[in-house]
Structure formats: structure tokens, C-alpha cells
């Protein structure tokens, strides 16, 4: 089988290497394409391509098309809104993410974030400690847990709101479970983002939900951008002096939130994955989630079922 890795933003010399003893071991070619720069270039490799590796690359249904051998695309990482997964079932091509993969990368991150924005920026002046803080995750999959892991060892009290994870799984890890979003905000100093994008949640965290938190509050956001109802946080952020938001997804209102300063920042580029550990992780799991498919047709990781 010819299996492809397609990245835009290619994987660490040493994953390849470890993609490729993964692949080659099980009997199979691999084809890289790296640092392309144009749709075109995709659409010429993946022609005969039987499986696909990728990252935060774009597969949308031309691309599908053009892959007429194609039989499963596995995203190394956890989200996968950058593939049209509805298009791909139709086309009967199976799509898999690497859950958890890069989830202590991601929550090693927020904690990055939540200092810097405590000790405000450090500008020089005195600022605040994360300790006894209420902490709430919006959401308790793999980067919740990992986040809640990590500010145990801070001292901070910890919440969580997941509409699909029982309370008794969130109270089990030593975590309070609170029955509402509403709730979270309004319980609690920071709130720290897990959800992915969905039609339900794109642009759900908006100006009356944002508004609840406790004077002083802080919104973290690793997640997606498109969560956040980004002019409805600029009105909040103007309307409320004591509200801080730290991201490491660039708003496409960016200009607009700088204005803020002292209380907003964004890193250059998505940050959460930006781990040597978490680009190996992710990239040797996809490759074993494609031998094991091809081996025994194992598909427990699919996501477009």
C-alpha cells in the first residue's frame, strides 16, 4: 500500500523517521510531500495514494476526488474540522484523529498562557498567583484532564462542565462537576476552552456567556477560533476593564483585541501541538492507526462513522 504524508507544516526530521519505521515494517511504501505550496501539488500526490497522513491540512472533497484509491486519512492530532469528514464518508474513505496524542502539550501550554497573564505580561509590576484560583474547564477529554493534572500542582480549586462526560468521571479525578456552562462562568476566575467546533458551539462563547465570569476573569483558548464570538468579546472587553483573554489562535479580529493591552495576547501561530514529544506522538500513532487498519481493518479511532 502507498501511504502518504501531505503536511503543509511538516512533521520533526525524527517523526518522519519514525513514520517511516513504522510503515516500512508493516510492508508498505511511504511518499512525502512537505512544505507544498500550492492545492495542485496535493492533488497530483494523492492520486494514487492508498492511505494519507496529515496535519492541520485542508482535505476538501476535490481533494477526495482526485484520490480514487484512497481508503483512509488520519489527522495527527485531535481536531479535525480541516477535513470534510461528510464528503469522505460518501466517497466511503475512513477518517481518523490521534486523540490524546498531543494533549499534554496542549495543557502544558494553557498554564504557559495563565502565568503570563497573571503576572500581567510581565510588565514589571506586581501581579497575582494561580493558587486557590477557581479554575473551570470547558469540557474534560484528554486536554482537560491533563489540564486539571497540572493545576493540582498548583493549588488551584478546579471545575469542569462536559455535556458528554458523566459528573461521577469528572468527580472521580478530584474535579468539581457543575451542571451548566452558565455555571462554570459564573463560579469561576478563570475558564480555560476543550470544545471543539461544531455547529452548536461555533461562536457560542459570546458576550452574556463571558460576562458571567468573576471580577478579574480570565478566558484561556486553546480550542478553535471559531468558538469564540470574537466581536461579542471586544464589546465585553471594552464594557468590562477587568477581563483578560489569552489564546494561542490568532483572532481575525486581531487588530481589534491589541487595542486591549495589558489584558490580551495571542502567540504568532497555533501553539498547543508545538511540542518535538507531540509532533512524534502524533505522527508514529497515525501511522500505527493505518497498519493496524490494513492489518485487521481496525477503525476505532474513526471519526466520520
Given at each position: 500500500?502507498?501511504?502518504?504524508?501531505?503536511?503543509?507544516?511538516?512533521?520533526?526530521?525524527?517523526?518522519?523517521?519514525?513514520?517511516?519505521?513504522?510503515?516500512?515494517?508493516?510492508?508498505?511504501?511511504?511518499?512525502?510531500?512537505?512544505?507544498?505550496?500550492?492545492?495542485?501539488?496535493?492533488?497530483?500526490?494523492?492520486?494514487?495514494?492508498?492511505?494519507?497522513?496529515?496535519?492541520?491540512?485542508?482535505?476538501?472533497?476535490?481533494?477526495?476526488?482526485?484520490?480514487?484509491?484512497?481508503?483512509?486519512?488520519?489527522?495527527?492530532?485531535?481536531?479535525?474540522?480541516?477535513?470534510?469528514?461528510?464528503?469522505?464518508?460518501?466517497?466511503?474513505?475512513?477518517?481518523?484523529?490521534?486523540?490524546?496524542?498531543?494533549?499534554?502539550?496542549?495543557?502544558?501550554?494553557?498554564?504557559?498562557?495563565?502565568?503570563?497573564?497573571?503576572?500581567?505580561?510581565?510588565?514589571?509590576?506586581?501581579?497575582?498567583?494561580?493558587?486557590?484560583?477557581?479554575?473551570?474547564?470547558?469540557?474534560?477529554?484528554?486536554?482537560?484532564?491533563?489540564?486539571?493534572?497540572?493545576?493540582?500542582?498548583?493549588?488551584?480549586?478546579?471545575?469542569?462542565?462536559?455535556?458528554?462526560?458523566?459528573?461521577?468521571?469528572?468527580?472521580?479525578?478530584?474535579?468539581?462537576?457543575?451542571?451548566?456552562?452558565?455555571?462554570?462562568?459564573?463560579?469561576?476566575?478563570?475558564?480555560?476552552?476543550?470544545?471543539?467546533?461544531?455547529?452548536?458551539?461555533?461562536?457560542?462563547?459570546?458576550?452574556?456567556?463571558?460576562?458571567?465570569?468573576?471580577?478579574?476573569?480570565?478566558?484561556?483558548?486553546?480550542?478553535?477560533?471559531?468558538?469564540?464570538?470574537?466581536?461579542?468579546?471586544?464589546?465585553?472587553m471594552t464594557d468590562r476593564e477587568d477581563l483578560k483573554f489569552v489564546t494561542?489562535?490568532?483572532?481575525?479580529?486581531?487588530?481589534?483585541?491589541?487595542?486591549?493591552?495589558?489584558?490580551?495576547?495571542?502567540?504568532?501561530?497555533?501553539?498547543?501541538?508545538?511540542?518535538?514529544?507531540?509532533?512524534?506522538?502524533?505522527?508514529?500513532?497515525?501511522?500505527?492507526?493505518?497498519?493496524?487498519?490494513?492489518?485487521?481493518?481496525?477503525?476505532?479511532?474513526?471519526?466520520?462513522?
Amino acid at each position: 500500500m502507498k501511504i502518504l504524508v501531505a503536511t503543509e507544516k511538516p512533521f520533526a526530521a525524527v517523526a518522519v523517521e519514525g513514520i517511516r519505521k513504522e510503515v516500512e515494517a508493516a510492508g508498505h511504501q511511504l511518499v512525502m510531500l512537505e512544505k507544498y505550496t500550492d492545492k495542485a501539488q496535493l492533488l497530483e500526490a494523492v492520486a494514487d495514494a492508498d492511505a494519507m497522513i496529515v496535519r492541520s491540512d485542508k482535505i476538501t472533497p476535490d481533494v477526495f476526488d482526485a484520490a480514487k484509491n484512497l481508503k483512509i486519512v488520519v489527522r495527527a492530532g485531535a481536531g479535525y474540522d480541516s477535513i470534510d469528514t461528510a464528503y469522505a464518508k460518501e466517497k466511503g474513505v475512513i477518517v481518523e484523529n490521534t486523540p490524546g496524542q498531543n494533549a499534554n502539550a496542549v495543557a502544558e501550554l494553557v498554564f504557559g498562557l495563565l502565568v503570563f497573564a497573571v503576572r500581567n505580561f510581565y510588565n514589571g509590576k506586581a501581579g497575582t498567583e494561580l493558587m486557590g484560583k477557581r479554575l473551570g474547564l470547558l469540557a474534560f477529554g484528554n486536554v482537560g484532564r491533563n489540564v486539571a493534572r497540572i493545576a493540582k500542582g498548583f493549588g488551584m480549586d478546579i471545575y469542569a462542565y462536559d455535556a458528554y462526560c458523566p459528573a461521577e468521571v469528572i468527580e472521580k479525578d478530584g474535579v468539581h462537576a457543575v451542571q451548566s456552562q452558565d455555571e462554570l462562568f459564573q463560579t469561576c476566575d478563570i475558564v480555560s476552552l476543550h470544545i471543539p467546533a461544531t455547529p452548536e458551539t461555533k461562536q457560542s462563547i459570546n458576550y452574556q456567556v463571558v460576562n458571567q465570569l468573576r471580577k478579574g476573569g480570565i478566558l484561556v483558548n486553546t480550542a478553535r477560533k471559531e468558538v469564540i464570538d470574537e466581536q461579542g468579546l471586544i464589546k465585553l472587553m471594552t464594557d468590562r476593564e477587568d477581563l483578560k483573554f489569552v489564546t494561542d489562535i490568532k483572532p481575525d479580529a486581531d487588530e481589534e483585541f491589541v487595542k486591549f493591552e495589558g489584558r490580551y495576547f495571542s502567540t504568532p501561530k497555533k501553539m498547543g501541538a508545538q511540542t518535538a514529544e507531540a509532533n512524534i506522538n502524533a505522527g508514529i500513532a497515525a501511522a500505527k492507526q493505518i497498519n493496524a487498519y490494513f492489518a485487521d481493518g481496525c477503525t476505532r479511532f474513526q471519526v466520520n462513522k
